[in-house]
């Protein structure tokens, strides 16, 4: 059972919006959120995470947002730029292991 | 400052046949882990390490086997590949689950 989900397989934006990545967990023992970043043919990189004490965790240009009662998490990325475009991992921890959802390919268009 | 380093890169496999994926880091990280990535699928994890000597199943762990004797070496052995271990491998470290994984760069196997 996938127990982080991230429904939309692919998002495109124009540069300069905003981009918004969404992902829903299932496990409510999951206590830390994170979010990486992944070019083909490269292994996956830390962008940002949120721990479940908090509802906002902002770094740059990237804001990761969680409502625990929805079991829900967004990251926004404002303003959108073309290097941004890549797949977007959201990650879920319970300090035992981590659990990655399938991946949103975001493409931004110039 | 190499970080994670996987090996081989590539390499293709007849069903039947045993290989170890290397992986090893350079960061004294107490947690390594194993991720497969497939089509639709995502990362899922293998198998992990909480440090030298601990090792744990992860998602998916049928038909992998991993030791754990230093801290910098985590390696992944398949014992009789199967074409349904095509995949991407990726090794990760971190110093506890709720960090930021540090990822090699994979290594793809084909299994025919």
């Known amino acids: 059972d996938q127990q982080v989900k991230q429904n939309s397989p692919s998002l495109s934006v124009q540069e300069g919006r905003i981009s918004i990545l969404n992902c829903d967990y299932t496990?409510?023992?999951?206590?830390?959120f994170l979010w990486y970043k992944k070019y083909p043919a490269e292994g996956p990189t830390f962008l940002i995470s949120?721990?479940?004490?908090?509802d906002k965790n902002e770094d740059g240009r990237f804001t990761v947002f969680l409502n625990k009662s929805a079991k829900h998490l967004s990251l926004h990325i404002v303003p959108s730029q073309p290097g941004d475009s890549a797949v977007y991992f959201c990650a879920a921890s319970d300090d035992n292991d981590m659990r990655f959802g399938a991946g949103t390919r975001l493409t931004v268009k110039p | 400052n190499a970080g994670v380093t996987q090996t081989p890169k590539f390499q293709v496999l007849k069903t039947g046949q045993s290989m170890t994926l290397q992986c090893a880091q350079d960061m004294n990280h107490e947690y390594m882990s194993w991720y497969r990535q497939d089509p639709g699928m995502g990362l899922r994890l293998i198998h992990y390490?909480?440090?030298?000597?601990?090792?744990d199943q992860g998602e998916v762990p049928n038909g992998y086997n991993v030791s754990r004797s230093t801290t910098e070496d985590f390696p992944l052995r398949l014992l009789s590949a199967a074409p349904s271990q095509t995949s991407v491998y990726f090794c990760?470290?971190?110093?506890?689950?709720?960090?930021?994984?540090?990822f090699g760069s994979g290594t793809r196997l084909t299994v025919v």
């Open positions: 496990n409510s023992m999951f206590d830390y």
């Open positions: 949120i721990s479940s004490i908090k």
């Open positions: 990760a470290s971190s110093y506890r689950a709720h960090y930021g994984y540090t």
């Open positions: 390490s909480v440090g030298a000597g601990i090792t």
